[in-house]
T-cell receptor, first 111, second 115 residues
């Protein structure tokens, strides 16, 4: 049972435009959500997080939106840059020790 | 740099062999996590240490998997009698605080291939 779902395996966006990556979850006990970015042959790198008490968190070009009623979060990257090309993982935790990850979305930003 | 390091980066084992994977966390980090990432999937939790105490091993897939962190720093994940389904990237992560609410810093992983 996949508790965190990223239904789009890939996304292609032109440089300068907005990238929107989506994530859905099923466990209502999750109260903290994170996005990680992964380049080939490297470990995931933390990007941005959001607590369930908020509905938006912004850090530079990256904004995460949380819709608790829909159990949905999204990562917006604007403007997108070629260096943003990577696999993005959504993760969630419910005040426990472990992170539950989605299957990832491969973002390609082309010139 | 002072990030999380893992060794070896690549390991090929014949089915039935035992393997040991090492993780050096960021100095001073209290928490250490092991994850398994199969091809095309996200990382899946295996086990969690707070200092030297293994507080959660619910993700270990079988009793062939064993992890330790005897002095609260370096950790070793051991897989006995490897099987082909054990082929995956094994990721180690550490964090400064206790539990999953603190940012976890990941190492580059060890890619295990069982032939």
């Amino acid at each position: 049972d996949q508790q965190v779902k990223q239904n789009s395996p890939s996304l292609s966006v032109q440089e300068g435009r907005i990238s929107i990556l989506n994530c859905d979850y099923t466990n209502s006990m999750f109260d903290y959500f994170l996005w990680y970015k992964k380049y080939p042959a490297e470990g995931p790198t933390f990007l941005i997080s959001i607590s369930s008490i908020k509905d938006k968190n912004e850090d530079g070009r990256f904004t995460v939106f949380l819709n608790k009623s829909a159990k949905h979060l999204s990562l917006h990257i604007v403007p997108s840059q070629p260096g943003d090309s990577a696999v993005y993982f959504c993760a969630a935790t419910g005040n426990t020790d472990k992170l539950i990850f989605g299957t990832g979305t491969r973002l390609q930003v082309f010139p | 740099g002072a990030g999380v390091s893992q060794s070896p980066r690549y390991k090929v084992a014949k089915r039935g062999q035992d393997v040991a994977l090492r993780c050096d966390p960021i100095s001073g980090h209290v928490s250490l996590f092991w994850y398994q990432q199969a091809l095309g999937q996200g990382p899946e939790f295996l086990t969690y240490f707070q200092n030297e105490a293994q507080l959660d091993k619910s993700g270990l897939p079988s009793d062939r998997f064993f992890a330790e962190r005897p002095e609260g720093s370096v950790s070793t994940l051991k897989i006995q009698r490897t099987q082909q389904e054990d082929s995956a990237v094994y990721l180690c992560a550490s964090s400064r605080g206790q539990g999953g609410l603190y940012e976890q810093y990941f190492g580059p992983g060890t890619r295990l291939t069982v032939t």
